[in-house]
């Protein structure tokens, strides 16, 4: 079994900043691409960043400039600091990850909130 655990969402005035991070454990032989996505009210996820394992990145044009996805491969953690938060961007962040264990699976982590509010 593989688990997927984030923290570090709360609650944020405008322009201040958080810290996310995905730590994945179990049956792990090696992980593929990493990523975060959120969720707001009414709307659908939508991919907001991710990485490669060999630290390519890609960034919705909405968190660009603002927003940096990283990876540890020897802590099996994905991490995504967000500066400069706008209230457009509360929601509830999901990590999810492919990970190689005799089949390559996507697994998705339980989602934390962040919420960017005055």
């Known amino acids: 079994q593989v688990q997927l655990v984030e923290s570090g969402g709360g609650l944020v005035q405008p322009g201040g900043s958080l810290r996310l991070s995905c730590a994945a454990s179990g049956s792990i032989f090696s992980i593929n691409g990493m990523s975060w996505y959120r969720q707001a009210p009414g709307k659908q996820r939508e991919l907001v960043a991710s990485i490669t394992s060999g630290g390519s990145t890609n960034y919705a044009d909405s968190v660009k400039g603002r927003f940096t996805i990283s990876r540890d491969n020897a802590k099996n953690t994905v991490y995504l600091q967000m500066n400069s938060l706008k209230p457009e961007d509360t929601a509830v962040y999901y990590c999810?990850?492919?990970?190689?264990?005799?089949?390559?699976?996507?697994?998705w982590g339980q989602g934390t909130q962040v919420t960017v509010s005055s």
């Open positions: 999810n990850a492919m990970i190689v264990y005799l089949l390559t699976r996507n697994y």
